[in-house]
């Protein structure tokens, strides 16, 4: 099994910047892509960007130009950086790997409060 824990969220204004964390502990070895999802009150879950094992990335529209997603292999961390922040990226950023012959996030973290006042 694989244990995530984020860290780094936090209150902003409006056009800050914070970098999220997420250690990743236990099967390590069977993690493929990693990604930071995000889910806002009332609304759906969505994928806010991923990285794989080879360091391909790709983002939401939404976050393109202002977030990049980065992982530190030999930590076992991956990271969000967020630039030129929205009240419209207020949510709960989750944490969210794959394991090797499987596309599903199966392992998730507890989530951490992102909250940008405008």
């Known amino acids: 099994q694989v244990q995530l824990v984020e860290s780094g969220g936090g209150l902003v204004q409006a056009g800050g910047s914070l970098r999220l964390s997420c250690a990743a502990s236990g099967s390590v070895f069977s993690i493929n892509t990693m990604g930071w999802h995000r889910q806002a009150p009332g609304k759906q879950r969505e994928l806010v960007a991923a990285i794989t094992s080879h360091g391909s990335t790709n983002y939401a529209d939404s976050v393109k130009g202002r977030f990049t997603i980065s992982r530190d292999n030999a930590n076992n961390t991956l990271y969000l950086r967020m630039n030129s922040l929205k009240p419209g990226d207020t949510a709960v950023y989750y944490c969210?790997?794959?394991?090797?012959?499987?596309?599903?996030?199966?392992?998730w973290g507890q989530g951490t409060q992102v909250t940008v006042s405008s």
């Open positions: 969210a790997a794959t394991q090797w012959g499987d596309n599903r996030y199966r392992s």
